[in-house]
């Protein structure tokens, strides 16, 4: 896009991502609501709660993939470096953060669709709780290790 200005090509960029974000929330709103009327009773409470689960991993999927091509097509400017100064990467941090967090809702789909019926609600919520702490705090220290 030569001879048009970078402010304009920001603006452009950052309307389509937006009028994405509320169309694909709308879109998963509508996607609940026609689900838990028409076909919940089919399945256990946990599978449901598995297929709530997957639809916001689509839906993050789908918010994630245009906002992250926003920030690295656009960045925030970073202060500058000198002796002794330290300035982590973020990119790296937030991809490590990003994936943690689907690493962790795709095992709770699966936990909840296949293996929670056979146990008591506190023994699945030991499990939710279990599985965060393991995969965050996993996150957390790779985050730490790659900086």
Known sequence: MAGVPIQDQRQKGLMWR???TIVASF????????????????????QNLAVMLVSVLILLAVLIVAWVTWGIKYPRPQMPQGYGYYLPNPKKK?????LTGIIWLT???IWLFFFAS???LYQNLGAVLASALIV??????ISMLVR
């Not at 965050?136 to 220290?141: K, L, Q, R, T, Y």
């Open 118 to 120: 056979d146990f008591t």
């Open 136 to 141: 965050f705090g996993a996150g957390w220290a």
């Open 94 to 98: 937030s991809v490590i953060g990003g």
């Open 107 to 109: 095992f709770m789909v």
């Open 18 to 20: 937006s009028v994405l």
């Open 27 to 46: 879109a998963w709103l509508v996607f609940i609501v026609i689900w838990l009327y028409f076909f919940t009773g089919d399945l256990s409470s946990s």
